[in-house]
């Protein structure tokens, strides 16, 4: 405990060290500038109204649009707002370069080398320092959005962990719980025990995307013949006379650092019109909220207003603007995907370990004192499929039967998720490729090979993947030996189960395990890229019989639920592509 103490007061010592050097250089500047600060004065808290059309009212006492740091260089008067927008001046006199053009220079070098608040600000004063006297460049982050006419796109609000009751911040900087009926109302609460949940403009953020991908949008030449375009889903929707934009949810959570027991959980959105690849880049997806404790999401408070703004967008419709040209958009949700943890969390749904995990059918596990897990042999499925009034109704029971906070899960449903009000179950609540096969069953069936293997066998194998010559968009490196597969990226494991698994094994694995594993490979080539409908079926017979005959080929550990919702991905592969 003393050394870690110890590593934080220097860190502390450092920053307030590099802080006053940073000060005494601009001391000088500061002094002599045309702008000046504003005396003890607090920051303005504003908020930016919505678009009528497009949101709902916001709260003014649940939720404040302005930043929660409190930083002196954000108190800076400035000019009129007038002489913000297209601001033509010369920098500074005799300056070739105008305000405007300055302001998106610096913007566009913070915003591609991913500067902090921090950051921004020391690099505009050292600049505004350089700069011949006087001059006009803002000098702080807060102008420079200001001056862009930035409006913040977030909403935060501060809960309590124990009882979701939202906090308050008084002058001491420390939140209070102030339900009286929580345990430890009215006490500084520790930033553990704190619920921080962001919300972002989801109007602005699509139309900025949009504006950026007009060119390719609805293109059918940019679009494979196995995208979610042409899937049944889609193709239901296809009779909308309005422009359309349908929303792909996603959503997982990630520890922030190793030392910290709280995690985030992001919830995503991406466009299905924008084709594949540029569909899932960085700057085409859409954040929708933020969770940020050490408790997973309670999703009828995480996404509650975020699902109320998608519905009333739903419902009404928007307009976006591009290149002056209005467009009036109607919106609507294609289906939502995470890993099976994120996904029981977001539907209120049995753990993946449970009994009754599967979202599509009624299948039930049992329990196997042998391995000590639950199993899905396929002798027991029950492939009756699961139904949205269903759903609805063993979440209502679920409820009644809950005591006291202890949830009661009724055919696998503990609660109603908020997230069935913008999507049926469970034909829009899909499994992820990536963390089913990439992730999971691919690594899992690696491990058990392992005990085949002798030494030199898996040196062979761990060589044949490194020497692989692999074509140059495949940017792929087998740094870890095949007993590692569980260390590997879902890049390594795609490439392994779709190109080179089936003969970089040949002749390594006994013929039985081969060439079940040459089954289930050609069966996920055949749904990962289906050019027919009689692939996605002649793939859901391979399935079928893979999963028939698991456990005789390895034993019955092997059907656990991960194997069990293999035999659903054919049925969704017809309905998204």
Known sequence: M???????NQRRLSRKLKRQSVGHIIVSDNDSSDENYVGDNGEQLELHSFEETSFLAVNIHDISFSSRINNV??????????EYEGDQRPLYNGSSITVINAVHQITNFYLNNNLDKQKVNSLLRLIKHLLPKPNLLPSTLKRIKKFLNHVPPTSTKLLCSDCYHLCSKPETRTQTCINPKCTTSFRPRRATEIIEIVRFDVRTQIQSIMHRNATFINKPQ???????????QYQQMAGIKHNKITLILHSDGA??????KKSIWPCFASITEIPPPMREFQSNIITLALWLSKKKPNVNIFLDETINDLSLLIRNGTSIFIDNEEYKIQLDTQFFIAD???KSVFCCTT???????????CSRGIWSSTYNKVLYPYKNNNLTARTHDSYIKAAEEAILKSNRGKEVAVDGIKNFSSLLRIFKYPTQIIYDFMHLVCLGHIPYLINRWCSFLDKK??????????DLCIPHNMKVIFLESITMASHWKAKNSRLFVLHVGVPVMLNKLPNLLFSHFVIYSLAIKLLYAPDTKDDIIFAERLIDYYCRTASMVHDTSIEIFSLHAHLHLAYQVRLHG
């Open 2 to 8: 003393y050394r870690f103490s110890y590593k934080v």
């Open 73 to 82: 260089d954000d108190e800076i008067n400035w000019e009129s707002d007038e």
């Open 222 to 232: 940019y679009f494979p013949p196995s995208d979610i375009c042409f899937g049944q």
């Open 255 to 260: 520890p922030i650092v190793h030392s910290s």
């Open 340 to 342: 099976l943890p994120a």
């Open 351 to 361: 753990y993946f370990n449970g009994y009754s995990a599967c979202t599509f059918c």
């Open 457 to 466: 066998s898996i040196l062979d194998i761990d060589k044949k993947l490194q």
